[in-house]
């Protein structure tokens, strides 16, 4: 079974400046997905970001980049020029691909808080 | 577009009773998830469906618990009789590819 582990239960960082979450993950996996998702305070799941192991080429959305490191099952989420509304739980998650047959099942990690302060 | 819409929003019910919660996915999206979410055990896979069948109850905690998708465009899932220990959030996902999109969680409060 896969394990999604983050290791900081809560960050805290400045408006305009630069938080790095760590998340690490255990499979035998070769091919499989990442993503990172944000819960702010009105509860809603959002999707901040996706990785294909496949792909050696980091993802960058706006703000938000990762840096994978397929060897070391580690996968970290960069928030650039944080805001205030970046204040969230986020979660990162792990899925095996869509040729095995647990396509779809997510095994999600506990979670880091972040707290933006002005 | 509409996202995953779940309802209610809150419920309160009374230990014993039956709850129902609601979930219309996305359109077009055959593949749907139950999910619940608690401070001690966090987030966690209950059931999927794909194409409204169910591919993976393991998750499912107990015989008091059921899910249904008699079509497409709708899921409900069903506790009873309902226990103190079953407040939680419980959220509905779909997804046509790896990524899943939420709706807004059902806050389920059992007295």
């Known amino acids: 079974a896969q394990t999604v582990t983050q290791s900081q239960p809560e960050m805290s960082v400045q408006e305009a400046e630069t938080v790095t979450l760590s998340c690490t993950y255990d499979t035998s996996e070769n091919n499989y997905y990442l993503f990172w998702y944000k819960q702010p305070p009105s509860r809603q799941m959002i999707l901040v970001i996706r990785q294909e192991a496949y792909k050696q080429q980091n993802a960058t959305e706006n703000r938000f980049s990762v840096n994978f490191q397929k060897a070391a099952k580690s996968f970290s989420l960069k928030i650039s020029d944080s805001q205030l509304g970046d204040t969230a739980m986020y979660f990162c998650?792990?899925?095996?691909?869509?040729?095995?047959?647990?396509?779809?099942?997510?095994?999600f990690g506990a979670g880091t808080q972040v707290v933006v302060t002005p | 577009d509409a996202g995953v819409i779940q309802s209610p929003r809150h419920e309160v019910t009374e230990m014993g009773q039956e709850v129902t919660l609601r979930c219309k996915p996305i359109s077009g999206h055959d593949y749907l998830f139950w999910y619940r979410q608690t401070m001690m055990r966090g987030l966690e896979l209950l059931i999927y469906f794909n194409n409204n069948v169910p591919i993976d109850d393991s998750g499912m905690p107990e015989d008091r618990f059921s899910a249904k998708m008699p079509n497409a465009s709708f899921s409900t899932l069903k506790i009873q009789p309902s226990e103190p220990r079953d407040s939680a959030v419980y959220f509905c996902?779909?997804?046509?590819?790896?990524?899943?999109?939420f709706g807004p969680g059902t806050r389920l409060t059992v007295l």
């Open positions: 998650a792990f899925m095996k691909h869509y040729t095995t047959d647990s396509w779809g099942k997510f095994q």
């Open positions: 996902a779909s997804s046509n590819g790896p990524e899943q999109f």
